[in-house]
């Protein structure tokens, strides 16, 4: 049974409950019925709703006083009920005021499920689309900041100073520095988390004093990025060095020198950009 099969018989429910269906269309929708769950909750929840409303439907009976006005009618010679009786018109009894309340009231309901199924559906996809253009978004996002980093690291003026460590594996961290424009950038792998409420400290030491910077940590994959760290004013500056501080940072090293650069002349490495 193809999918538009399965939702013309779904749509037989209510007439179904009503028990309005021809015999061959109530044997082929009980056929569909074996093998479908969503159809036997919607004839149970038809039933439930035509039950309830034939509880609270009044009896109406027929008129007490219709039999005296036919009798008064045959009295006048008005109503002739012996006479050459003619064939009444084939005419189809209609259901009971309350069954067509009923069924009407049944197939509004399944009209609002199959809406409601509609608008979940609905909502579902627009809810998937949006996630995806957020996803999209954030991978634009990322890839933005790469090329501004990528850009900022190959203009002309900027020097690279390694800052190394002993350990296995062994932790290296790289320092971008733009003297012109007084800003760094640290890139970092291999470098381990920093113990629960301890951070990496950045130091430059300039005129022989440690001159303290940026707090960060790496990820779980031994990676870090920081960027925009503005470097001390003023010539000076010798040695870039990292610590192991107290979440928040020291305004003097409180731990040995776990990693040190060498940041004067001559660089270690000078890029060109476009060269």
């Known amino acids: 049974m193809t999918d538009r099969d399965e939702t013309s018989m779904q749509d037989l429910a209510a007439a179904y409950a ?21 159809a036997a909750r919607e004839v149970a929840e038809y039933r439930e709703v035509g039950a309830l409303l034939a509880l609270g ?18 009295a006048r010679g008005k109503l002739q009920p012996f006479m050459r009786p003619t064939p009444a018109p084939a005419v189809r009894m209609s259901l009971p005021f309350w069954m067509t309340l009923a069924a009407s009231v049944m197939l509004a309901i399944g009209f609002g499920l199959k809406y409601s199924g509609a608008r979940r559906a609905l909502a ?21 900041e790469r090329e501004k980093t990528l850009n900022d690291i190959l203009e002309p003026d900027v020097q690279l100073s390694l800052l190394t460590a002993t350990g296995n594996p062994q932790p290296r961290v790289q320092l971008f520095w733009n003297p012109k424009k007084n800003l760094a950038i640290i890139h970092a792998f291999r470098l381990a988390q920093a113990p629960t409420g301890r951070v990496y400290q950045l130091w430059f030491i ?14 779980s994959t031994g990676h870090a990025l920081i960027q ?22 020291s305004l003097q090293p409180t731990s040995p020198v776990m990693m040190i650069g060498a940041m004067d002349a001559p660089p270690v490495v000078k890029f060109s950009g476009g060269g």
Do not use: C, H, M, W
Not at 57 to 74: F, H, N, S, T
Not at 125 to 139: C, I, N
Not at 206 to 219: A, H, I, L, Q, R
Not at 240 to 247: D, F, K, L, S
């Open 124 to 144: 579902y996809q627009l809810s998937q689309a949006d996630s995806a253009r957020a996803a999209l978004d954030s991978v634009e996002a990322r890839l933005a």
């Open 18 to 38: 009503l028990g309005a269906l021809s015999p061959e269309e109530a044997r082929a929708f009980e056929d569909f019925l074996a093998n479908s769950a969503e």
């Open 228 to 249: 925009n760290i503005t470097l001390p004013g003023g010539s000076g500056i010798t040695n870039a060095a990292i610590t192991v501080e107290p979440a928040g940072g």
């Open 206 to 219: 300039k005129d022989g004093k440690p001159v303290p910077s940026v707090t960060f940590n790496s990820e």
């Open 57 to 74: 439907a009044p009896a109406v009976g027929p008129d007490p006083k219709l039999k005296e006005r036919v009798l008064a009618g045959i």
